[in-house]
């Protein structure tokens, strides 16, 4: 199963606060297990929400708001994509993370082609294959 590991944003991320040497290290060296171990697939930092923009979908109506946003406790700081075998096996990687007493990280399952029934159609399964065939020949 494939999972998303959702690092939530802190006041000091979202103040734009690098993360020191010490912890970009120890994050190195704990990617490069989660890599050794087949289990990453990808993972990013994000910049704070201040550089973002939210869009807002009403009828045909767009509306754009310039970041930052308010609620910080709802805001990703980062995520990992990781390929495991189970919920428990994420949280067990997880635990192993060199994050400090106030980080937050939640961990949601991704869907599966499967995962959609009869509404997903053998067309749109093979639009999807030849979608992700197109991405992987791209990196």
Same mark, same amino acid.
């Given at each position: ?40 697939l990808?993972?990013?930092?994000? &910049?704070?929400? $201040? ?8 009828? !045909? /109506?767009?509306?754009?708001? +310039? ?10 700081a980062?995520?990992?994509?990781? &390929?495991?075998? $189970?919920?428990?096996e ?5 635990? !192993? /993370?060199?994050?400090?007493? +106030? ?28 979608? !992700? /065939? ?6």
């Open positions: 199963m494939r999972c998303m590991v959702i690092v939530k944003a802190t006041s000091d991320s979202e103040a734009g606060v690098m993360p020191s040497e010490q912890l970009l290290t120890a994050m190195g060296k704990f990617n490069e297990e989660l890599v050794k171990a087949g289990i990453m990808a993972g990013e930092g994000l &910049q704070p929400s $201040s550089k973002g923009v939210r869009v807002k979908f009403s009828g !045909r /109506a767009r509306t754009v708001t +310039d970041g930052p946003f308010a609620e910080t406790k709802e805001l990703i980062g995520f990992w994509l990781w &390929q495991v075998k $189970s919920m428990q994420a949280i067990e990687w997880l635990k !192993r /993370a060199p994050f400090d007493d +106030d980080a937050e990280v939640e961990i949601r399952q991704v869907f599966e082609a499967d995962d959609f029934g009869a509404e997903f159609t053998p067309e749109l399964r093979e639009q999807e294959e030849r979608l !992700r /065939a197109q991405i992987a020949a791209k990196s």
